[in-house]
């Protein structure tokens, strides 16, 4: 048999005993497990970014998100457990100084929102019931008596550090407290997320674009159950409401307030309470609008 024929007969038992395949990894114990987009991403996440799945039903590609919300060190937002968000900037301040961390950072998108939004959703860790829809979604430093929650916060968290895990008082830390207000909420990779929903609003792009794009200007002016949202320019299945939209800000997924600033704030801040949640949006405001309850948070995307 000549040596093209020989050559031919092993790249053939080589690519039946899959060694050429590049969507699998050999596992310690010789088993092959499926490497997900999240996988891909890992390595290439910019220091204090974490990785995000994409979702083809939102739109999105996998992507990387600030672990922390932005802090302002000398004057660049940088995502970093250390000190307090970054407060006072307006959706125009927010969209600029993303952009110009260099090629692939923008603003998060209210697709790339929302595509958060859902993954965290389906994760049983992030309910007090240990099970997607069994109690309630932890909605973070968010607390108001009135709402009946057990305190009213008078500021936003001082640090995201380990011993400030919980809000366990009035802008008082703990290392551990009550699931409502935990501010981490796990990702399907594995990684956890700071004050996805409260703490500060988070400005949101409403699109994926180069310059900020404006949110709908035509939504009733008061505070709805998602689950009520009627709105011309909203596509409520893949702009607001959750995966199982039969779940509602009694499970700590937030609610909607409608206007027309044309501007999308998503998440809730510091005293929220139970109108705060990883669903939740507010459009009153003017893309110029700098309040101390808003912050915000950058993405990387990968350039190709």
Not at 81 to 98: D, M, T, Y
Not at 125 to 146: K, L, M, Y
Not at 213 to 238: F, G, M
Request: hydrophobic share 30%; proline share 6%.
């Amino acid at each position: 048999m000549s040596l093209l024929n020989w050559t031919l007969i092993l790249l053939l038992i080589l690519l039946n005993q899959g060694c050429f395949s590049p969507t699998e990894k050999s596992e310690s114990n010789g088993d092959k497990k499926k490497m997900t987009s999240a996988d891909l991403k890992t390595q290439n996440c910019p220091y204090g970014y974490i990785p995000v799945p994409g979702n083809s039903d939102l739109g999105t590609n996998s992507f990387c998100v600030m672990k922390y919300e932005a802090r302002n060190i000398s004057g660049v937002p940088t995502s970093q457990p250390q000190g307090r968000a970054w407060a006072r900037v307006s959706a125009i301040e927010a969209k600029h100084l993303c952009k110009n961390l260099g090629p692939g950072y923008d603003l998060i998108s209210n697709p790339e929102w929302m595509t958060i939004a859902r993954d965290v959703e389906s994760i049983g860790e992030n309910w007090s019931g240990q099970e997607p829809g069994v109690g309630e979604i932890a909605r973070g430093w968010t607390a108001h008596s009135f709402y009946n929650d057990s305190w009213t916060n008078t500021s936003f968290a001082p640090h995201s550090k380990p011993s400030c895990l919980y809000n366990t008082g009035p802008s008082i830390c703990g290392s551990e407290g009550e699931h409502r207000h935990r501010r981490t909420l796990f990702l399907s990779t594995g990684d956890q997320i700071w004050d996805f929903s409260g703490n500060l609003y988070h400005w949101v792009d409403w699109k994926i674009s180069d310059e900020l794009s404006p949110a709908p200007t035509s939504c009733p002016r008061r505070w709805r159950h998602l689950s009520e949202v009627r709105c011309r320019d909203i596509d409520e299945v893949h702009d607001l409401l959750p995966g199982n939209p039969s779940y509602s800000s009694e499970q700590g997924l937030g609610q909607f307030f409608g206007g027309n600033g044309g501007a999308a704030l998503r998440g809730g801040s510091w005293r929220s309470c139970s109108v705060g949640g990883i669903y939740t949006m507010f459009l009153n405001f003017s893309p110029s609008t700098a309040l101390g309850t808003t912050g915000f948070r950058c993405v990387w995307r990968e350039v190709y």
